[in-house]
């Protein structure tokens, strides 16, 4: 089992900035790929980035790229999301997804994961 606890949330005006951190416990996490989703109200969970064991390999969704970072310590157990030039398009209950994985690919679809957190809520204002 894998638990994971994401936290960073919060309300920001667009143009603004957020760190999402996503603590995990368990089992070695540095065996484990991790990911971001995000659910808005109504809507589909979205992939928003994904890293894999080792931290070399990394994926974004279209929707993020150059504006979102993705990176882990695995000596502190915890996954990272970086979120800059926020818009209000953004605004979703953002989760941490964790699988069993050490090959170099990453784990993009909500299938793939076997752990998620409770999520955080992050808004963005126009």
């Known amino acids: 089992q894998v638990q994971l606890v994401e936290s960073g949330g919060g309300l920001v005006q667009a143009g603004g900035s957020l760190r999402l951190s996503c603590a995990a416990s368990?089992?070695?996490?540095?065996?484990?790929?991790m990911a971001w989703f995000r659910q808005a109200p109504g809507k589909e969970r979205e992939f928003v980035a994904a890293?894999?064991?080792?931290?070399?390999?990394?994926q974004y969704s279209d929707s993020v790229k150059g504006r979102f970072t993705i990176s882990r310590d695995n000596a502190k157990n915890t996954v990272y999301l970086e979120m800059n030039s926020l818009k209000p398009e953004d605004t979703a209950v953002y989760l941490c997804?964790?699988?069993?994985?050490?090959?170099?690919?990453?784990?993009?679809?909500?299938?793939?994961?076997?752990?998620w957190g409770q999520g955080t809520q992050v808004t963005v204002s126009s």
């Open positions: 890293i894999n064991w080792s931290g070399g390999t990394i």
């Open positions: 368990g089992r070695t996490f540095s065996n484990y790929a």
């Open positions: 997804a964790a699988d069993w994985s050490r090959s170099t690919v990453v784990l993009t679809r909500p299938r793939d994961m076997g752990y």
